[in-house]
């Protein structure tokens, strides 16, 4: 976070700008007083989120394989062998 004059801050528009889009916050100060923020906004309209994209959780998590597919059947089965609302 970042604190800019206004006076400074209509000469370096485009930059904080560019701060905004990596993520920062820029506070607008007027005689030292914070008066106002530029922030990034959410995707633009048809643009898709970057948490969205195809493969985004690629190497981040991973999915069972069969023998634990199948050993999670198993236990919810089993769970369910005993109960008296599903009876045999």
Request: glycine content about 6%.
């Amino acid at each position: 976070m970042s604190v800019t004059n206004i006076h400074d801050a209509k000469t370096n528009l485009s930059k904080l700008i560019a701060a905004a889009e990596r993520g920062e916050e820029v506070i607008l100060a007027r005689a030292g007083k914070p008066v106002a923020r530029i922030v990034p906004c959410g995707p633009a309209v048809g643009e898709t989120p970057r948490w969205r994209l195809f493969g985004a959780w690629k190497g981040v998590v991973s999915a069972p394989t069969d023998q634990e597919w199948a050993d999670m059947d198993r236990e919810i089965e089993k769970s369910f062998e005993d109960s008296e609302i599903f009876p045999k």
